[in-house]
C-alpha cells in the first residue's frame, strides 16, 4: 500500500489532532500508519513574491510530513475571500443571492490551485493515492493531471451540491465541473448531493451515466458516491463518574454553530421565542445557550448576521426576562472543546436548524457526549446533511417557526422511556459509521476504482474545453435542426 497525500485548504495540526474528535483524527491516524503528506496552505498572508513559490515549509511528525505555503495578500483576497468563500460557499449552500461574482476572483483561484500542484508534484511518488479535500481545491486534481500525474486522485466535498439550475448560475461552472472530471472518485456528504452533482453533469455539461453507474465527462470516466463525514465518538463520551456533572437549575438548550448565515440561526431565535411566546409555563425554566464563535469576520454577510443576531437575543431576553432569569445566553466566542464536551452533555436539547448545511457534526457529538441512561433529545433540520442518517432525530423544517417551537415542546416534554429509544439507535449508527469508518471507505473505494478501472488519458484542459464547447454548440444547434 502507498502513501496518503492530502491537499486542503488549511492542514490540521498533526500534534494535536488526537484532541480535534472529527476527520482529523482518522486522517492523521492513516497519515501515522501508511506515511505520508499533508500540503496546505499555512494561515500566513507573505509577499507579493510568495505567489512565485512551489516549495513549502515542511514540518515532520514521524512518518508524515506537513507541507504549507503562504498566500499573498491578493491571493487571499480573490482566492480565499473571494472565489472560495464569497462566490462557492453561498452557491452551493443554495444563496446564489449574496454571491459576488467579481471579475478576476476564479482566475486568482485557478492560479493558487496550479501552485499548489507544482508545489506538490515533485513530491509525488507513483504508488501514492491522492485525497483533495473541500471547495477551495477543486481545480486542483485537474492541474495535477496536466504536470502528467496518474496516480488515483480522489475528492471530498465538504458542503452540500446545489441542484442543478443553481449549480448552472456560476458563470465559470463549466470550468469546475472540467476540474470535478479529473478525479476518479468524487465524495459527496448525501445521496442527495450525489443526486445533485449527477444531474449537473448530465443538464450542464453533458455527462454521461455508464452502466457500471460511473459517469463519463470531459471524456473522463470517474465515480460519484456518497460518504457521510463523522466523528471520533470516544471524544465525545463522558468517562468521569456521573455524580461530577454540574446540575442546572433551567433546563437548557443548546445551539453550537460558527457565527455563519447558512445554520439558520436567527431561525432558532425567532422559534425559541415562539416557545416562549407559545408555552409561558417554560418561563423561569429553560435556557437556549447558543455558543456561535466568529469565523470569516472580513465577509460582509458574515457582520450582517452577527448583527442580527445580537438585535434578536437582546429584544428576546428585554421581552421576555426576569430580573433572576435571562432566556437567551448568547456566547460569540469559542468554547474549549473539554467544555463543549460538558456543555453538550448538560443540555436536554440539541437544537441544530441549518438552512442548508453539508452534514453538521454538532448533530452527532451532542448524541454521542450524552449520558445513555438519562438523554437528551436531538432536534435537527432536514436540511442538514446528518437528517439522511441521523432519522431518531426529531427533524424540523428551520423555515417553519411554528413546528420548531413545538419541536422544542415535544423534546422537553419527551419520557424517559422514549429518549433512550431514540438515543440508542442514533448512538449506535454514530458508532458504526464513525470517523474511521469514513477514511477506510473512501480510500477502498478510491484505491479500487482506479484498480478497477485503468486511467483515461488525461485530456488537457483546453482539449476538454474545446469538445466541450462544441457540444454545447452542437446541442444548441441540434433542436432548430428537429423542427426544420
Ligand atoms: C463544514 C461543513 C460538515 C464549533 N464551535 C466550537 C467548536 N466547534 C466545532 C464543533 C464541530 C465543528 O466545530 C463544526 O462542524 P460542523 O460540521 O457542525 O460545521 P462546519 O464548521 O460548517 O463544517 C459541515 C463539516 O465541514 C465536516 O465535513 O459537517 O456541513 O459546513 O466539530 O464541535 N469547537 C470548539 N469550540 C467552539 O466554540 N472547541
Known amino acids: 500500500m502507498g502513501r496518503l497525500v492530502l491537499i486542503s485548504n488549511r492542514v490540521a495540526d498533526l500534534s494535536k489532532a488526537s484532541q480535534a474528535g472529527g476527520m482529523a483524527v482518522a486522517l492523521a491516524d492513516t497519515l501515522r500508519t501508511r506515511g505520508g503528506l499533508w500540503l496546505g496552505w499555512s494561515g500566513k498572508i507573505g509577499e507579493r513574491r510568495d505567489e512565485q513559490r512551489s516549495d513549502p515549509d515542511f514540518t515532520k511528525f514521524g512518518n508524515a510530513t506537513v507541507a504549507t505555503l503562504p498566500l499573498s495578500a491578493r491571493e487571499h483576497e480573490a482566492y480565499y475571500i473571494g472565489y472560495s468563500n464569497n462566490v462557492l460557499w453561498p452557491v452551493f449552500h443554495d444563496r446564489l443571492d449574496i454571491a459576488q461574482f467579481e471579475a478576476g476572483y476564479y482566475q486568482r483561484y485557478l492560479e493558487v490551485n496550479k501552485r499548489f500542484a507544482r508545489a506538490l508534484h515533485p513530491l509525488l511518488r507513483p504508488d501514492d493515492s491522492i485525497w483533495v479535500h473541500d471547495y477551495h481545491m477543486i481545480p486542483l486534481g485537474m492541474e495535477l493531471r496536466a504536470l502528467g500525474v496518474t496516480n488515483p486522485i480522489g475528492f471530498f466535498l465538504h458542503i452540500p451540491v446545489p441542484p442543478a439550475q443553481t449549480f448552472l448560475a456560476i458563470p465559470e461552472h463549466r470550468e469546475l465541473a472540467r476540474g470535478l472530471a479529473a478525479y476518479d472518485l468524487i465524495g459527496l456528504q448525501t445521496k442527495v448531493d450525489v443526486g445533485n452533482l449527477i444531474d449537473y453533469l448530465q443538464d450542464g455539461v453533458f ?278
Not at 460511473?214 to 470516466?221: G, H, K, M, N, S
Not at 448512538?427 to 483515461?456: K, M, Q, V
Not at 488537457?460 to 462544441?470: N, V
Request: charged content about 30%; glycine content about 4%; aromatic content about 8%.
Open 207 to 484: 455527462g454521461r451515466i455508464l452502466q457500471d453507474g460511473r459517469i463519463r465527462a470531459f471524456d473522463r470516466e470517474l465515480s460519484i458516491a456518497a460518504f457521510p463525514v463523522a466523528i471520533d465518538v470516544d471524544a465525545f463520551v463522558d468517562s468521569r463518574p456521573k455524580h461530577t456533572a454540574k446540575k442546572l437549575s433551567t433546563t437548557r438548550i443548546l445551539g453550537v454553530d460558527r457565527l455563519d448565515y447558512t445554520k439558520g440561526l436567527p431561525q432558532k431565535f425567532r422559534a425559541f421565542s415562539r416557545f416562549l411566546e407559545k408555552y409561558p409555563d417554560y418561563h423561569g425554566k429553560v435556557l437556549l445557550s447558543q455558543i456561535a464563535p466568529p469565523t470569516r469576520e472580513t465577509v460582509t454577510a458574515y457582520a450582517d448576521i452577527r448583527h442580527e443576531l445580537e438585535t434578536l437575543s437582546g429584544r428576546i431576553n428585554g421581552r421576555f426576562g426576569e430580573l433572576d432569569w435571562v432566556p437567551i445566553q448568547y456566547i460569540h466566542r469559542s468554547t474549549p472543546r473539554k467544555l463543549l464536551v460538558d456543555v453538550y452533555r448538560n443540555s436536554r436539547v440539541g437544537f441544530v436548524t441549518p438552512l442548508r448545511d453539508g452534514m453538521n457534526l454538532v448533530a452527532k457529538e451532542y448524541v454521542a457526549a450524552q449520558d445513555p441512561d438519562d438523554p437528551g433529545v436531538l432536534i435537527l433540520s432536514r436540511f442538514a446533511g446528518a437528517a439522511e442518517q441521523l432519522q431518531e432525530a426529531l427533524i424540523v423544517n428551520p423555515y417553519d417557526i411554528e413546528e420548531m417551537a413545538d419541536a422544542l415542546k415535544k423534546a422537553l416534554d419527551m419520557d424517559l422511556t422514549e429518549r433512550r429509544e431514540r438515543h440508542e439507535a442514533l448512538l449506535s449508527d454514530i458508532r458504526r459509521n464513525d470517523t474511521y469508518a469514513w477514511c477506510r471507505s473512501f480510500l477502498d473505494s478510491l484505491e479500487s476504482t482506479s484498480r478497477s478501472a485503468p486511467l483515461a488519458i488525461p485530456t488537457s484542459p483546453s482539449e476538454a474545453a474545446r469538445r466541450a464547447l462544441q457540444e454545447i454548440e452542437m446541442a444548441r444547434v441540434a433542436p432548430r435542426a428537429r423542427h426544420q
